[in-house]
């Protein structure tokens, strides 16, 4: 039998008990933020007449999310980090702030401290015999298309077997594997020499596929490369590459595919006197054009926890 209690006096002073929202102590954003998601709670749980027995599974969801460290995971997968991509991008908007290089979401795989080098960077620094050699090289470039020089270009990536090192369950991959930073010269360019990543999948016994699985959704993003790219004076920009034929491109379950990030992917050789593992190999060649601070600051600079290669 479904019954309506969100509007009594009841349940609205429990909410405004639970969150202190008249009291003088607290934070008063964080105050603002948990009374407004609790009430959108008990709405839901009084228009969808959720019974205890599923508040109490998901209750218990959240303590195995938790245990599972997969929340990051979960928020990509649920559309949230993409949702924070799309109210970005219309602030970019309203701001009339074009160009630049599409962003796309960070994920929860990055980790500080990769040691970054002067215009090229060979990271993959364990063998990977499914592999083959890639080169991923470009040219950063300000609003105007002028290179920036000393912008630092960070990316990291998975092997070929969907594993990210430091997050890697199999314990084989050094620090810092598939990982590296570069610093641009005056003439802007970079490049990286690297292996093909393949896609990755949620952990298959993990909080975030176990609710996709209930969802009737699979947990695989598409062979992908992550960009971090800095430089003084512009915006940091946060992105990813695809990798050109990759059947999901168009079906990540982290929703963070964009059109003009899928550069073509061409053969190429003379991989040897690159001091690459093969001679032919693949080359991307993905060009990054950086935005303009606004007033002095990067408006969009995201600040979340992340890994660390000593954590
Ligand atoms: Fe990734």
Redesign the pocket.
Known sequence: MSVQVFETQEVQNLLKAAANAGGESGDARAKQIVHRLLSDLFKAIDDLDMTPDEIWAGVNYFNKLGQDGEAALLAAGLGLEKYLDIRMDAEDKAAAIAGGTPRTIE?P?FVTGTPVRDGVARIDVDEDEDAGPLVIRGTVTGPDGEPIANAVVECW??NSKGFYSHFDPTGTQSDFNLRGAVRTGADGTYEFRTLMPVG?GCPPHGATQQLLNVLGRHGN?PA?V?FFVIADQHRKLTTQINIEGDPLIWDDFAYATREDLIPHVVDKTGGMELGLKADAYKEIEFNIALTRLVDGKDNQLVNRPRASAAA
């Open positions: 994920g795989l990536h998975a990755y993003r992908h992550h």
